[in-house]
């Protein structure tokens, strides 16, 4: 009795090594392997709601729970990558990451900075920038605004003013 206890107990939780992902359908699904070298196929994986990630196949790994203990039963928890982990951050501090180094931190103090690797694109009927301190943005190969923009206050330029229109 104790010892089917113990491999009951045993067989709840293991680690798997993801090999492939299915990201088509409603819910995402895993291929893992265990460290016993078996395999699993259509596991699914338990995301979080209102957050969704495609994760690199290299050092992919998940946590596998057998649901009742049973090992035919099998769910994902979040799939992590710690080889390519996010690292540095301060207590209280969050940040969504890709692989290509694009990232949205959330920091201490009211600070949120995001890097786009190549490009950043805002979606939104409407768009306000409340920045009673200022605001910067550093884009080398520039800003492109599609529709009407209204300042209310003064506009400084240190470059050219060019226009087609009244």
């Known amino acids: ?3 089917e206890l113990y491999s009951n107990l045993r067989g709840l939780a293991n680690v798997g090594q993801v090999i492939a992902v299915d990201d088509s359908g409603q ?3 895993v291929t893992v392997r265990t460290g016993d070298n078996v395999e699993r196929a259509d596991v699914e994986v338990m995301m979080p709601f209102g957050f969704s990630s ?3 196949l290299h050092g992919a790994i998940c946590m596998l729970v057998a649901i009742g203990a049973d090992p035919a039963n ?3 928890l979040p799939i992590g990558a710690p080889s390519r982990r996010f ?3 301060q207590p209280g501090e969050a940040v969504m990451y890709a ?3 694009t990232r949205v931190a959330v ?3 009211g600070i949120v900075d995001v890097w786009g690797a190549e490009q950043v694109n805002v979606h939104t009927k409407t768009c306000t920038i409340n920045a009673p301190a200022g605001c910067v943005i550093n884009a080398a190969a520039g800003t492109t605004v599609n529709g009407d923009a209204l300042v209310n206050g003064n506009v400084e330029v240190t470059g050219n003013i060019s226009g087609t229109g009244a």
Do not use: C, H, I, S
């Open 1 to 3: 009795m104790t010892q």
């Open 27 to 29: 819910a995402q699904k």
């Open 54 to 56: 495609m994760p690199p």
């Open 74 to 76: 099998l769910r994902a």
């Open 87 to 89: 690292g540095g951050q």
């Open 99 to 101: 692989q290509d180094g």
């Open 107 to 109: 920091r201490q103090g």
